[in-house]
Each structure stands twice: as structure tokens, then as C-alpha cells.
């Protein structure tokens, strides 16, 4: 998968956590499911422009995931739902410190191609 792909399911999950009124676990919650594609295979071995953006998303995406599920819910709810408000704060200012990182590479590859 291409830095294009990374870069687009990055901003949809930042502009998720920086738009909606929910608090921020529920956030969280609608962030990661709006890049849940590029948190495994092929997506996080393939798109990154460096292997340490990639382990600090895969460690994000495991930090939201840590839970066991409860019922049907599946593990980003159990978790999301039982971080606190420092906890999610933290999870959020990675995500976006991720977001921000991947950004500069996006922006120097389109310079490249302009």
C-alpha cells in the first residue's frame, strides 16, 4: 500500500478526533476504526515511510486494542470505553504526532513529483 493511502486514512482519523462531539474515548474508538485497515498486514508493512512510524502506529493500534472483549463489543470498545481521560489523551496526541510525521514524508514525495 502506498504513502498515499497511509497519509489519507491518517487525516480521516484525525479529523474524526478533532471534529466529532463524543468524548474523547468514543473518539478514539471512531479514529481507530477509520484506520483499522492500515493496522496489519499488507497495510502497516508496506505504506510507512520508516519502520519506527510503523511500530509506533502498530503500538498505538495495540494500545487500543488491549482489552479482552466483553460480549460482542470486540477489544477497541473494551478498551476505548475503560481508558481514562489522561490514557486517551496520551493515545490521542500520538495518533496525531504520527499523523504529523507521516505528513512531512507525504508532502516531500508530492514535492518530488510536482
Given amino acids: 500500500m502506498s504513502l498515499d493511502y497511509i497519509s489519507e486514512k491518517l487525516t ?5 478526533l478533532a471534529t466529532s462531539t463524543e468524548s474523547l474515548q468514543k473518539r478514539l474508538e ?11 498486514p499488507p497495510h502497516s508493512e508496506e505504506g510507512f515511510p520508516t519502520d519506527e512510524l510503523k511500530m509506533r502506529f502498530i503500538e498505538w493500534w495495540r494500545a487500543l486494542t488491549a482489552k479482552q472483549a466483553q460480549g460482542d463489543e470486540g477489544a477497541l470498545v473494551a478498551t ?13 496526541e500520538e495518533l496525531f504526532n504520527i ?12 514535492r518530488l513529483h510536482d
Avoid: P
Avoid at 471512531?30 to 496489519?40: D, E, K, N, Q, V
Fill in 12 to 16: 480521516n482519523a484525525v479529523h474524526l
Fill in 30 to 40: 471512531f479514529a481507530a476504526l477509520s484506520c483499522h485497515t492500515i493496522s496489519g
Fill in 80 to 92: 476505548t470505553r475503560s481508558l481514562t481521560d489522561e490514557e486517551a489523551r496520551r493515545l490521542a
Fill in 99 to 110: 499523523y504529523a510525521e507521516v505528513g512531512v514524508y507525504y508532502v516531500r514525495l508530492r
